[in-house]
């Protein structure tokens, strides 16, 4: 594993980032839900239809953002954050350092294929009628997610023993670094582009795919639909099927889109080092062209596990409003506040003031 940054655009740009990804639970205890997205409450407000998506949505989506959080958690906080501000502690010794890299990528991996299953559900949905009751269920979403976050985890498994420690100091070794059999065994060469291929190439080309599929479907749709409005009744009236279906495609398209974008860098590190047999930069040299794609690749790949749950409050009208109330509600808070106890405490000192000048003037 190569150094992060230690610069001060590194330090911005990761304590935002997980400023930015890890939700404040505080919560509003009149409506019982929490300040961003947080599983219980958001699946709760989700169940009562609150945002208007049928319930296999509402699970990827909230096991997205789960999976999303536990990114931030472990890649940001646990790893590149710790390293600046903290970065010789119990954490930096060689057992603790390999099983946060294993979490991280398990994370990754899960938030990763979550949202190729997610997309496969909506090509199902909007491009397979005859089978969209049967797999389009909240059963079959659960079910899909629990194979998904095990292979996530069970395919990190080896990555535990790619590392070893970097020095030792009294029989503890310290810091991670790549064993140099790791490049040079066939085992671990096949190991590597297996897990660079299912994460993210192999997802990259799936959610490209499928959207292209799923746009050239709707498309047609679309245009068929419109000839026969035409012909009925003139095509005046608003169309609720279409509208639905532009909705569901701008969610659709706005989750993978950004996707495909933020980790196109991270493919291109990759394809950078397999074509040209270099090694993945293990310093932190901010003059090092290798270091500043690699880095690049990792920062804007960090960056998309807090797009999800952006993109759907942007994308969704009730969202939209449900998140308004939840901004909303300190203000609420202090407004209830002062006039509950501090306005009337200002009555009083203001009515005994008064009373002491009559007194005075009295006198």
Request: net charge positive; aromatic share 14%.
């Amino acid at each position: 594993m190569h150094a992060p940054g230690n610069g001060p655009v590194f330090a911005v740009y990761y304590s935002a980032l997980a400023a930015f990804g890890v939700p404040d639970v505080s919560k509003n205890e009149d409506e019982g839900r929490n300040v961003v997205v947080v599983y219980n409450d958001f699946s709760k407000a989700f169940d009562k239809g609150r945002c208007g998506l049928a319930k296999c949505i509402t699970r990827y989506l909230v096991f997205m953002a789960v999976a999303d959080l536990l990114v931030i958690i472990t890649a940001v906080i646990l790893s590149r954050l710790r390293a600046m501000y903290f970065p010789v502690s119990f954490l930096s010794t060689i057992p603790a350092c390999k099983l946060i890299i294993l979490l991280s990528w398990a994370s990754k991996d899960t938030s990763v294929w979550l949202t190729v299953a997610f997309t496969f559900d909506r090509f199902i949905a909007i491009c397979c009628h005859r089978r969209k009751l049967r797999y389009c269920t909240e059963k079959n979403a659960a079910a899909v997610i629990g194979v998904v976050c095990a292979a996530g985890c069970l395919k990190n498994v080896p990555s535990y023993f790619i590392y070893v420690p970097v020095y030792v100091v009294d029989n503890v070794p310290w810091f991670c670094t790549i064993n140099q059999m790791y490049y040079s065994s066939i085992a671990w060469r096949v190991y590597d582009w297996l897990h660079r291929m299912l994460n993210p190439c192999v997802p990259f080309l799936l959610i490209f795919l499928l959207n292209v599929l799923t746009i050239r479907y709707i498309l047609k749709a679309n245009e068929a639909r419109k000839r026969l409005r035409a012909q009925s009744n003139g095509d005046r009236q608003n169309d609720t099927e279409m509208e639905n279906r532009r909705k569901s495609i701008i969610l659709l398209m706005a989750i993978s889109g950004s996707f495909l974008l933020l980790r196109l860098t991270y493919v291109v590190n990759f394809l950078f080092v397999q074509l040209t047999s270099n090694n993945y930069a293990s310093g932190s040299n901010s003059a090092d062209p290798k270091f500043i794609l690699q880095e690049s690749g990792y920062m804007l790949e960090l960056l998309s596990s807090c797009t999800n749950s952006c993109i759907y409050a942007g994308t969704q009208i009730k969202f939209r409003r449900q998140l308004k109330g939840v901004v909303q509600f300190p203000f609420k808070l202090i407004k209830t506040w002062f006039k509950t106890y501090a306005l009337p405490i200002v009555s009083v000192l203001f009515s005994t003031t008064e009373n002491y000048k009559v007194d005075m003037i009295l006198k």
